[in-house]
């Protein structure tokens, strides 16, 4: 039996996309990814090392999964759901996108990371469990978690190396941190807006006036 795991990497973030996975996996391939180490992506912490990490297992649930597919939600979808206070809505839409280009049916086991966030999906697949934490119990939502955030690494990768050669190195993933708040009071600064990258949904702007501050 097949069984779908959901979660996403970088709801929280100011800067960059939003990286929603899923990941079938049969039993075989379930207890191999296991015994690789595949787990919540969190766990592996931050830094160069983790991200390596991560790469790794990522290409190995590519390889292991029956499905492995990953969507990255644009900051402008971002901005013009949260601004609608509809950002749960926006992910429980990707998740069903993904779903249903994977093929899943009413049938297979479906598991997704949070109980408030995904139980509305049962109206579409009603046997699907909504859990809190689930990456920690699931090694198919494990693998969901490590195939987002690494999804999600790159994709803020690119974002950072696209900005190096003008601000330097962007440290701390594009979260509410001082280094991102840095990156774009420095920005905003030089060209006299935010870069296209920064969520004003998440309150950009408010933010760069509490450092000036």
């Known amino acids: 039996m097949r069984v779908f795991g959901i979660d996403e990497a970088g709801r ?8 929603v996975a899923v990941v079938a996996l049969e039993h075989d391939s379930a207890l191999t990814l296991s015994h690789l180490g595949v787990a919540d992506s969190k766990s592996f912490g931050v830094g160069s090392h983790a991200r390596e990490r991560r790469a790794e297992l990522a290409a190995e649930i590519r390889h292991h999964a029956v499905v492995s597919a ?7 979808d971002i901005d013009r759901y949260v601004f609608r206070g509809q950002l749960n809505a926006l992910e429980r839409e990707v998740a069903c996108g993904l779903l249903s280009s994977a093929a899943a049916t009413r049938d297979d086991r479906i598991i997704c990371d949070g109980s408030r966030l995904f139980a509305p999906l049962r109206r579409h697949y009603p046997t699907l469990e909504a859990i809190d934490h689930a990456d920690s119990i699931h090694v198919s939502v ?5 195939l987002a955030k690494h999804v999600r690494d790159e994709a803020f990768s690119v974002i950072a190396g696209r900005y190096e050669p003008e601000f330097g190195p962007i440290a701390g993933g ?10 774009l009071a420095a920005y905003q600064q030089r060209h006299g807006e935010l870069p296209p990258e920064a969520r004003k949904s998440w309150g950009a702007k408010k933010q760069l006036d509490l450092l000036r501050s």
């Open 174 to 183: 594009g979260y509410v941190n001082a280094a991102t708040k840095r990156f």
């Open 12 to 19: 929280g973030p100011i800067l960059g996309p939003m990286a």
């Open 142 to 146: 494990a693998a969901a978690s490590v």
């Open 70 to 76: 990953c969507a990255l939600v644009s900051v402008e």
